[in-house]
Nanobody, 113 residues
Framework: QVQLVESGGGTVQAGGSLRLSCAAT????????MGWYRQAPGKEREFVAT????????QYADSVKGRFTISRDNAKNMVYLEMNSLKPEDTAIYYCKAGSYYWGQGTQVTVSS
């Protein structure tokens, strides 16, 4: 059974940093795009960042460019999201996605002003 488990969320003050991790089990995603999405209260889930299977190509939402960095470790079947200069508007549940349709349960990130 495929599972994606996110970790690393929490509460941080504006300007702070967090590093999210997503561990995939049940199959290898070394040939799949992986990414992060988020959903704030009362809003739809939105794209944050993706990384290609090789790690060579990354894409970011305009709102996080220059502040967030996505990376992956195929040997460990994991994907990461380094988040710096956090803003209150980054507050959301962050979800990991692997391939076309595998999702994690999410991890809460709260940024206080």
């Amino acid at each position: 059974q495929v599972q994606l488990v996110e970790s690393g969320g929490g509460t941080v003050q504006a300007g702070g940093s967090l590093r999210l991790s997503c561990a995939a089990t049940g199959r290898s995603f070394s040939r799949s795009t992986m990414g992060w999405y988020r959903q704030a209260p009362g809003k739809e889930r939105e794209f944050v960042a993706t990384v290609s299977w090789s790690g060579g190509t990354t894409q970011y939402a305009d709102s996080v460019k220059g502040r967030f960095t996505i990376s992956r470790d195929n040997a460990k079947n994991m994907v990461y999201l380094e988040m710096n200069s956090l803003k209150p508007e980054d507050t959301a549940i962050y979800y990991c996605k692997a391939g076309s349709y595998y999702w994690g349960q999410g991890t809460q990130v709260t940024v206080s002003s």
